[in-house]
């Protein structure tokens, strides 16, 4: 195809290389397809350029915002048209009349964010909330936890602007009798296609044969949550074909048409006044699933705003995850599933008084063993584990996962308990069980078969699985889809569930709005088969290769990376906070996320034909700006570990490639360190004039503009070895000196050790290898293995619970806890898991001691002082911010606030490289840095990690101080 016509009219980016195929060939659905190519358009211009050049190359265009669809929505063979990067504006807020123009590709919780200063909010909440955008909540007609009281996105539609298929621009919005009238005679419209839909739709309408159809075939009028085809019965519950109906509005047509209508340009929502905020929780805890959802029939009683199932699968996944194991704190036992019901009132008194009538009518009712109730801040984390369901499911070991396929269906809530029933007695006669959460207030629960699709009797039990519960909905008189669409896994179950004279009139309103079959085909109509092009061929073969790290808990590294279902938790906005992922929070392109890392990985790992297919350029491109963060480690509720990925792809990459200079030269910064240490006067001389500083830096490939590190006057194992004269005291501690405070952090160091000795530990220094933290980050791990194996053999056997082993660099001493793990095996992996449970980041063995009483408040100054923490990466991802809170908080008058930043954007060498610099401070500019500028110079700015620190002086002037710093100086003896 030549593409050079619409690269020429357009503004925005249009992408034909493989790569960007590759990583718009899914979403989070079983279905893969690669597209002819990838628009990233800017303004109407280009969108209605697309529209043209659609239609002359006899092509299409497939909508997509974050990409997070369920059904195959935005899985095609067309041109995928992103919108996610430059439509995020929100245009316009009418607090005074309650409604907001927003573009699609605005995040519905940053949306939210912005509107609760106006005492507003935009009320259907999914579960993907902190990455969902607006256009793909109207494509799928989204609802969520709270739908029980705010119902779906298309109740929230007023209006829409768009590009119609012949590329017209047109306004959709509600109209009485006489407007719509006047638009089927061709008044008002913008062309004989725009006037056409008017026109045909009233004569589809009208017809009262039809109106029975439809009637008598849809689902039932009272299951809220309802998406099987177009929303013909929607519009037939307005004038002029109802008598006394709600004024006519197209937007309840599009509302739920999946992009294969029109392209949506902007749309009116409506604002809901944010509720009274006194909220509780009661989660009721059942030995049954069958117990839980009658338990839900007696909340229901009491107008709870959620009624939310997660069963004994999800909650034994949350246990894989070190995030959300965190946030399993009201879970009693091990109860086959939890029902969290929230109340609320308009006073505590009231919502109180809610809740203690529920628990005593399930009592009466013999339903459910444990009622905890949760209220304040306690109620988020409850719902991020409810959210992390989709997640979750994929963080099994093996190939049989719980498969999206009946995971919508919905029926009216009076039915539920009946319909589950026999639903499980249709999986058990297959020999299958499947994960039961979500939505239980409105007739919906997401239920996945555990089922191989890398098999043929995986792929042949999804079908089967698929047509028998397509039958038992249509026994209940259900809907097939409640909220995630039909797209091109339920397109084919249309006409048994709306009835084939349904279905044509489906067929006929496509044609009618778009008769070259532009937008989104084989979505509702005319879909191919539900079980082809699938994520996995049949019997697809999983590559088995020799790793460097052990991925053995996963079954190896392509199973590792598999561990991606899509659901797209990588692409929050740092409004949302966490670290997952820097570069997408930086960039907003899909290729900067997680998610597009492990699918390329899984693309060449499963699809190269060569001996080596860590080789391919593609993955080299893809992962280029990760900064091995480790945020995906704990905050990826399915457990992709792209750090650890990363680090051994470029190990492999470099048996081929062979080793760059400038990788040797970061991965052996001991070695240079060393030699600058002899004599740092050279080193001060170079780097203290700019000409001979900027030429250093670009003989090492660093950016001109990057600050080197100072150098210590002298080593700090100079000074632990000759200097320090430790005393005997009762408890002892060892000091970790990692590379990193050695050379260059020396004094920090020495105030750690003297703080460690003042408080009344025996500070132990035996002389160890380096952490290896710069030989991982080159993926030079034959090198980081030696250091690790020497690090284990020389700790094991003198470490213990109680005399640990202690550093203060994160990125270093946590290699005890994660890497140095994967790098060892056998007999010594196991001393490694051993050794890493009495190896703490100081923060960590300092909040271990006040807890046991041995550090107290006044040992500390009384002054009022306020701290504000920036948090090291690896500590988020690997430990916690609590200890470092709690320790900073010990002295009676200090005050901590916890900035809300995620990774700071240097990462190590990351931000010294030249090409990689001014992304490195974008990053920093997206919380960081604009906080750290507001502080009063009477703040203290405290970071822990060396590369932290180093980012605020460069990207604030401000400097930034250790936690050990800050209460070294605030001794009692020191003052």
Same mark, same amino acid.
């Given at each position: ?107 519905? #919780? #940053? ?11 935009f009320a259907p909440e999914t579960s993907t909330a902190n990455r969902a955008m607006i256009g793909g909540m109207i494509g799928n007609n989204s609802c969520g936890s709270n739908s029980v009281v705010y119902g779906s996105t298309r109740e929230h539609l007023l209006e829409v602007e768009t590009i119609l298929s012949d590329g017209s621009e047109a306004w959709f919005g509600p109209m009485d009798s006489g407007e719509f009238l006047s638009r089927c005679n061709g008044l008002s419209t913008t062309g004989l296609l725009h006037n056409n839909i008017y026109y045909k739709t009233r004569e589809m309408l ?48 599009? !509302? ?30 059942? &030995? ?35 995030? +959300? ?11 086959? !599933? ?11 008194? %009231? ?76 999986? &058990? ?27 043929? %009797? ?41 009835? %084939? ?22 979505? /509702? ?43 797209? #938790? ?29 699918? /390329? ?33 704990? &905050? ?46 050279? +080193? ?11 030429? !250093? ?120 806890? #994660? ?12 001393? !490694? ?24 408040? &006044? ?27 709690? /320790? ?28 990689? +610099? ?58």
């Amino acid at each position: 195809m030549n593409w050079q016509p619409l690269l020429s009219s357009l503004s925005g980016d249009l992408y034909t290389d493989e790569t960007h195929r590759r990583l718009y060939a899914t979403d989070a659905s079983a279905y893969r397809e690669l597209p002819l190519a990838v628009a990233v358009p800017k303004g109407k211009q280009d969108l209605i350029a697309l529209v043209k050049f659609a239609s002359e190359n006899n092509t299409s265009l497939i909508p997509r915002t974050a990409g997070t669809s369920l059904a195959g929505q935005v899985v095609g063979g067309g041109i995928v048209v992103d919108l996610s990067k430059n439509y995020s504006q929100i245009l316009e807020v009418n607090a005074q009349e309650g409604y907001a123009w927003v573009e699609p590709g605005i995040v519905r #919780d #940053d949306l939210n964010k912005h509107l609760a200063d106006h005492g507003f909010f935009f009320a259907p909440e999914t579960s993907t909330a902190n990455r969902a955008m607006i256009g793909g909540m109207i494509g799928n007609n989204s609802c969520g936890s709270n739908s029980v009281v705010y119902g779906s996105t298309r109740e929230h539609l007023l209006e829409v602007e768009t590009i119609l298929s012949d590329g017209s621009e047109a306004w959709f919005g509600p109209m009485d009798s006489g407007e719509f009238l006047s638009r089927c005679n061709g008044l008002s419209t913008t062309g004989l296609l725009h006037n056409n839909i008017y026109y045909k739709t009233r004569e589809m309408l009208s017809n009262e044969a039809n109106q029975k159809e439809i009637v008598e075939h849809f689902p039932k009028a009272d299951i809220p949550r309802r998406n099987t085809g177009y929303a013909l019965d929607m519009l037939l519950r307005h004038e002029p074909f109802t008598e006394g109906g709600t004024p006519f509005n197209f937007c309840s047509l599009i !509302a739920g048409s999946e992009g294969t209508l029109c392209m949506v340009t902007k749309a009116k929502i409506k604002l809901t006044p944010l509720p009274p905020n006194n909220k509780r929780l009661v989660c009721i805890h059942s &030995e049954t699933i069958d117990d839980s959802l009658k338990a839900n029939l007696v909340a229901l009683k009491y107008a709870p705003s959620a009624c939310e199932l997660m069963d004994d699968y999800i909650l034994q996944a949350t246990k894989r995850n070190p995030m +959300y194991r965190e946030l399993r704190f009201f879970v009693e036992g091990d109860p086959q !599933a939890i029902l969290v019901v929230e109340l609320n009132g308009e006073t505590p008194e %009231e919502a109180d008084q809610k809740v203690t009538d529920l628990i005593s009518n399930l009592k009466a009712e013999g339903r459910g063993y444990a009622y905890p109730v949760i209220q304040g801040e306690q109620i988020k984390s409850v719902w991020n584990l409810r959210k992390a369901g989709l997640g979750l499911l994929s963080n099994v070991p093996g190939d049989a996962k719980p498969a999206p396929v009946i995971e919508d269906t919905a029926v009216d809530v009076q039915d539920f308990p009946a319909y589950i029933a026999e639903f499980n007695q249709i999986l &058990e006669k297959h020999g299958l069980y499947s994960v039961h959460y979500a939505h239980a207030g409105s007739g919906e629960l997401h239920l996945r078969p555990i089922l191989n699709l890398k098999t043929a %009797e995986g792929q042949k039990q999804f079908r089967i699985i698929a047509e028998e519960i397509a039958t038992l909905v249509k026994k209940y008189k259900g809907s097939l889809s409640g909220e995630h669409g039909d797209g091109r896994l339920r397109g084919e179950f249309i006409p048994q569930m709306v009835g %084939e004279h349904n279905y044509e009139l489906i067929k006929q309103m496509k044609q009618i709005w778009d008769p070259q079959n532009i937008f989104n085909p084989g979505k /509702i109509v005319d879909t191919p088969p539900m079980d082809s092009f699938l994520r996995y061929d049949v019997d697809q073969e999983t590559r088995e290769f020799d790793t460097m790290f052990d991925f053995s808990e996963n079954q190896g590294i392509l199973r590792s990376a598999e561990l991606c279902n899509g659901s797209g #938790d990588c692409r929050k906005s740092e409004l949302s906070g966490g670290t997952m992922c820097p570069s997408y929070m930086a960039t907003r392109n899909e290729k900067e996320t997680t998610r597009a890392r492990a699918n /390329i990985l899984r693309e060449m790992l499963t699809r190269s034909d060569k001996a080596n297919p860590f080789a391919h350029e593609e993955i080299k491109e893809v992962m280029d700006l990760c900064l091995s963060c480790k945020g995906c480690s704990s &905050e990826c509720p399915s457990n992709v570990d792209m750090a650890k990925l990363k680090a051994e792809w470029q190990y492999q990459y470099y048996k081929e490639k062979g080793v760059p200079t400038r990788a040797k030269r970061i991965a052996h910064f001991s070695k240079s360190m060393k030699l600058a240490s002899r004599v740092p006067w050279a +080193y001060d001389m170079i780097f203290s004039n700019q000409l001979t500083g900027n030429l !250093a830096k670009s003989i090492a490939g660093f950016a001109k503009e990057r600050s080197m590190p100072e150098l210590a006057k002298k080593p700090l194992k100079r000074w632990l070895n000759k200097e320090f004269r430790p005393e005997k005291k009762d408890k002892r501690v060892y000091f970790y000196c990692d590379e990193f405070t050695n050379y260059n952090d020396a004094e920090i160091g020495k105030k750690a050790v003297l703080l460690l000795d003042k408080l009344g530990y025996e500070v132990t220094f035996v002389d160890h290898p380096d952490c290896g933290r710069p030989q991982l980050s080159k993926g030079l791990l034959d090198e980081a293995k030696e250091l690790a194996e020497a690090n284990v053999k020389l700790f094991a056997d003198i470490v213990s619970e109680e005399v640990p082993l202690v550093g203060i660099e994160p990125s270093a001493i946590l290699t005890f806890r #994660d890497e140095f793990i994967g790098l060892t095996r056998g007999e010594l992996q196991e001393k !490694a898991r051993n050794l890493a449970k009495h190896v703490f980041t100081i923060e960590e063995f300092l909040a271990r001691e006040i807890d046991r009483g041995y550090i107290k408040a &006044e040992q500390f100054s009384a002054e009022k002082k306020l701290i504000k923490v920036h948090g090291h990466c690896h500590q988020k991802s690997l430990s916690s911010m609590t200890p470092t809170k709690k /320790i900073l908080s010990l002295p009676k008058n200090f005050e901590v606030h916890m900035i809300p930043s995620g990774c700071c954007g240097m990462a190590g060498s990351f931000g010294y490289e030249k090409e990689h +610099y001014k992304l490195s401070m974008k990053i920093g500019e997206l919380v960081l840095f604009p906080t750290v500028r507001k502080q009063p110079e009477e703040v203290i700015i405290a970071a822990s990690g060396t590369s932290c620190r180093h980012q605020i002086k460069d990207g604030t002037g401000r400097k930034a101080l250790h936690v050990v710093e800050i209460l070294f100086s605030n001794l009692q003896g020191n003052l």
